[in-house]
C-alpha cells in the first residue's frame, strides 16, 4: 500500500504570528476529523518552520521547507541548507516547484544536487514536475515530465529514491483555478508510474507516492482521488484556508 499524502504548500504567505495561528487551526481540526489514514504535511515558510514543529509535537502532522541549498553549509547569503532545514524538526522538503524552476532559474542539475542532499540529511523530498500551457498544446508534456524525472532524479540509488514522493503539477494549472482533469492528471500519474518502473523496479514504482497539484479545491478533490494513480495532493492556494485544506484531507482519505 502506498503512502497517501497531502500537503500543504503555503509559498511566500503568513507572517510568524499568521503562521502559528494557521497551524493552531489545522492542527485542531486535523485532531478532531482526520482518520489518520494518510499523512498531512505542512510547509510553511523557513521562518515558521521552528515554531510550527513545536505546535505539531505529537500530531502526527508532519512538517516541510519548501527549498533547499545543496551545500551544508557555506557563504551562500540568503540561502539554508538541508541540514538547517532538518535541524528545525522538518521531516520533508519540496524541490523543483515550477516557481522555483521558473522565477529562480533552477536546473535539473542544481535539483539532483539538492535532492541529494536533502536525503542524505534524512528528508523525505517531494518532487515537482510539470508542463507548461505551450509544452501541453504542443502535446510534449510526457516527453518533457520524463527529461525532469530523468534530470532530477534518476540519479539516485534504488534506496535514496525511496525517500522521493513525486508530484505532479502542470503549470498552467498551478493558482490559475484550472486544473487538470481526473483523466488527465491519471494519464500522466500513470506514465510517471511506468517511467520509474522503467528505470528502477515495477515493485518501486507500485510504492512511489505520486501526488496532484495544481488548483486542487474541496469540491475537485474526490474526482482526482478516486484515480488508480493518484495518491494524494500537493495544494497551494487552499492549504491558507484551514477549512477547504481540512476538507480536501478528507477527501483524500
Ligand atoms: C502549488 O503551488 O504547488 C499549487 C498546487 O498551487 P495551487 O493549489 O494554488 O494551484
Known amino acids: 500500500m502506498r503512502t497517501k499524502i497531502i500537503a500543504g504548500?503555503?509559498?511566500m504567505n503568513k507572517t510568524l504570528e499568521e503562521g502559528q495561528a494557521l497551524v493552531t487551526?489545522?492542527?485542531g481540526i486535523v485532531r478532531d476529523e482526520h482518520t489518520g489514514k494518510s499523512q498531512?504535511?505542512?510547509?510553511?515558510?523557513?521562518?515558521?518552520?521552528a515554531s510550527a514543529a513545536r505546535l505539531l509535537e505529537g500530531t502526527g502532522i508532519a512538517l516541510g521547507a519548501q527549498n533547499c541549498h545543496f551545500e551544508d553549509s557555506g557563504a551562500f547569503t540568503g540561502e539554508i541548507s538541508p541540514l538547517m532545514v532538518k535541524s528545525t524538526g522538518a521531516q520533508y522538503v519540496i524541490i523543483g516547484h515550477s516557481e522555483r524552476?521558473?522565477?529562480?532559474g533552477e536546473t535539473g542539475e542544481m535539483l539532483f544536487k539538492k535532492t541529494k542532499a536533502a536525503?542524505?540529511?534524512g528528508l523525505k523530498v517531494i518532487f515537482c514536475v510539470g508542463e507548461s500551457l505551450k509544452e501541453r498544446e504542443e502535446k510534449i508534456f510526457f516527453k518533457v515530465?520524463?527529461?525532469?524525472?530523468q534530470e532530477g532524479l534518476f540519479a539516485l540509488d534504488r534506496k535514496e529514491f525511496s525517500s522521493v514522493v513525486i508530484a505532479y503539477e502542470p503549470v498552467w494549472a498551478i493558482g490559475t483555478g484550472l486544473t487538470a482533469t481526473?483523466?488527465?492528471?491519471?494519464?500522466?500519474?500513470n506514465y510517471i508510474r511506468k517511467v520509474i518502473g522503467m528505470h528502477y523496479t515495477e515493485?518501486?514504482?507500485?510504492?512511489?507516492?505520486?501526488?496532484?497539484g495544481g488548483s486542487m479545491k474541496p469540491d475537485n478533490a474526490a474526482g482526482l482521488m478516486a484515480q488508480a494513480d493518484i495518491d494524494g495532493g500537493l495544494i497551494g492556494g487552499a492549504a491558507l484556508k484551514a477549512r477547504d485544506f481540512a476538507d480536501i484531507i478528507k477527501a483524500v482519505g
Open 40 to 49: 498531512v504535511v505542512l510547509c510553511p515558510p523557513f521562518i515558521s518552520l
Open 182 to 189: 481526473p483523466e488527465q492528471a491519471q494519464e500522466m500519474h
Open 25 to 27: 487551526e489545522i492542527r
Open 101 to 104: 524552476r521558473q522565477y529562480f
Open 145 to 149: 515530465v520524463e527529461s525532469q524525472l
Open 203 to 212: 515493485e518501486i514504482a507500485e510504492e512511489t507516492t505520486i501526488l496532484y
Open 9 to 11: 504548500n503555503w509559498k
Open 119 to 121: 536525503i542524505r540529511h
